[in-house]
């Protein structure tokens, strides 16, 4: 009994510890989608700062409402960063104590918390975390592909040039890869990951902890031909599976010496760019026209 009373838990529920510290910014995990999905901390933080940052000023009051919290907003997003940022920076520094809540999930995940972070770090600013919904992890943690190890990599480049450039160095990635993406963005998305890819089990995560919640495993050319008839609708995280072990290896080789490896080893030069499309998990296509430029 009176270990369970000194256990590290225990003491941080005493309420002197959870108490608002003047000076801090605290970043605020809120929900995905199911308002239920908020910490008793996160509540406690929320209802006791001096004012309250918000990625979306028109959103942020039905979570606050939802828990009778009335406090300040200050409006900080992409496009006022910068500005705002020095504002809330110039009260933190003040004495004051600021909670950030981006659009949903984890501050600083793919939003503009991030920004909001470094500039603490800069000007010595204490930030605090508060853990709570993450859309990745969310995603990740039901795909049903290994979670042992993985890759963030957020919202890929809508500049197609670059976002296939990024894709191709991605495809040698053995680790389960997690990709956020929006619902018309989807199918250019897809086209461009099995070009770069081949074909590889994703896991569709939609509307997570939402009514219409869904998580699809497909492969990506089961994907492909499922949203041509499928018109894809809400927020989307892509959980992909890694390339094969035996890809990084042979990634070592150019695509040319891989082929010519076989060739050497006494395949035909068409044998030899399906084995090598194989273990580097790559479309057949890709292969063929990398060797006949
Ligand atoms: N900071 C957030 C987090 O912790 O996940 C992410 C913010 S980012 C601007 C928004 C993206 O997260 C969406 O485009 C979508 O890819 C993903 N996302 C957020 N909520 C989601 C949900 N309920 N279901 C699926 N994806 C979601």
């Not at 199918?187 to 099995?194: A, G, M, S």
Request: net charge negative.
């Amino acid at each position: 009994m009176s270990s369970f009373k000194t256990n590290e838990w225990e003491k941080t529920d005493q309420t002197e510890h959870n108490k608002v510290e003047p000076g801090v910014l605290y970043l605020v995990a809120t929900p995905i989608g199911n308002l239920a999905d908020i910490t008793y901390r996160a509540v406690k933080v929320l209802s006791e700062v001096d004012f309250i940052a918000a990625e979306d000023t028109r959103n942020t009051p039905k979570l606050l409402g939802r828990y009778d919290i009335k406090k300040p907003l200050v409006s900080y997003y992409e496009h006022n960063k910068r500005e705002r940022g020095e504002y809330i920076i110039s009260r933190l520094r003040n004495g004051e104590s600021c909670a950030l809540v981006t659009d949903a999930g984890t501050p600083a995940i793919s939003d503009p918390g991030e920004d909001l972070v470094v500039l603490c770090r800069q000007y010595g600013v204490k930030v605090v975390s508060i853990p709570g919904a993450c859309a990745a992890i969310t995603a990740l943690t039901l795909s049903g592909l290994s979670t042992r190890h993985f890759v963030f990599e957020g919202f890929l480049t809508t500049a197609r040039g670059q976002r296939k450039e990024r894709l191709k160095e991605l495809s040698s990635e053995t680790r389960t890869l997690i990709i956020y993406e929006a619902p018309h963005k989807l199918k250019l998305t897809l086209e461009d990951i099995y070009e770069a890819f081949g074909d590889r089990r994703v896991a569709f995560c939609r509307e997570l902890t939402k009514i219409n919640e869904e998580a699809r495993l497909m492969t990506l050319s089961e994907a492909i031909s499922y949203y041509e008839q499928t018109q894809p609708r809400g927020e989307f995280v892509l959980v992909i599976e890694g390339a094969p072990e035996k890809r990084a290896e042979e990634t070592e080789l150019s695509i040319e010496e891989h082929v010519q490896k076989y060739i050497d080893g006494g395949m035909t030069k068409m044998d030899a760019i399906k084995a090598a499309a194989k273990d580097r998990g790559l479309p057949k296509s890709v292969v063929y026209a990398e060797i006949n430029k």
